[in-house]
Structures are given as structure tokens and as C-alpha cells.
């Protein structure tokens, strides 16, 4: 099996859904700053998110959305109301743009997700996308 190729074609059709995600919610955003504005909610579905090469993981919960990589860099953004998919129930995709900050946050429902380390499926892929810089990964339900 050509494990390279395996890796790259997966790898483009995840950033191909987070880019095209990421041009949807700068339109939306740009003419809704409302988003900004959003009262933390009482019901919180609890997410962990982790990727490889780099290593990362976020985690989503009531108090806030904690991104962190082993060498204990690590930022905490309040929590958001997820952006969901229009036509599509809530579990299919959440896209978290993070307050005060030009990041996003992308959690999406698949069959499998592989962290290309483990032999571990997850139910969720993730896209992070902090500046300039975009990761990939899988996530799971706390």
C-alpha cells in the first residue's frame, strides 16, 4: 500500500473542507459582528481534539476552548456557540470562531478519523486554524 499517497489525498480533502469552510465563515462573518457578541450557553457538548506532527490538542468545554502542545505552549479562548452546517443537524459539522481572535476552529463529523499514529479511529475530524498556521487532526466527544 503507497502510505504516502494514502496520507496526502486525505490530508488535501480535509484542508480543501477547511478552507472552503474558513471562506464561508469570513463572509458571514464580515457582515455579521454579531458573532463577537454571543452568550455563553448553558448546554455544552465537550470536545477533544488532537493532531501529530505537530503535536496538539484543544479542548472544548463550558469554561473555554484550551488549544496546547507538549512543550506547554498553551492559549485559552472563551468559549462559542458552534456555527452549524445550513440543512445539516448540528452533528455533521461545528465551526467555533474563536472571540476576539482570527481563528477558527472546525469539528466534523466522518465515518473514521486516523491520527496517522495509532491504530485509534475517531469519530471527528478537526481543522484548527491559529494565524497563519492550519492543523489537521481528529476529535472525539468527552
Same mark, same amino acid.
Given at each position: ?41 448553558? %448546554? ?64 466534523? %463529523? ?33
Amino acid at each position: 500500500m503507497n502510505y504516502r499517497k494514502l496520507i496526502s489525498t486525505r490530508t488535501l480533502q480535509k484542508l480543501a473542507v477547511g478552507v472552503f469552510l474558513l471562506g464561508i465563515i469570513f463572509l458571514t462573518s464580515t457582515n455579521n459582528p454579531s458573532f463577537a457578541n454571543q452568550a455563553t450557553p448553558t %448546554k455544552v457538548e465537550e470536545f477533544i481534539s488532537r493532531g501529530t506532527e505537530p503535536f496538539w490538542s484543544v479542548e472544548v468545554t463550558k469554561r473555554g476552548i484550551v488549544y496546547s502542545t507538549p512543550d506547554n505552549r498553551k492559549q485559552t479562548f472563551s468559549y462559542v456557540e458552534p456555527i452549524s452546517a445550513s440543512g445539516r443537524t448540528r452533528d455533521t459539522v461545528r465551526v467555533y470562531q474563536l472571540r476576539g481572535k482570527n481563528n477558527i476552529l472546525i469539528i466534523k %463529523k466522518q465515518n473514521t478519523c486516523s491520527d496517522g499514529m495509532s491504530d485509534r479511529e475517531y469519530p471527528y475530524s478537526t481543522t484548527l486554524i491559529l494565524g497563519n498556521q492550519v492543523l489537521d487532526g481528529c476529535a472525539e466527544k468527552k
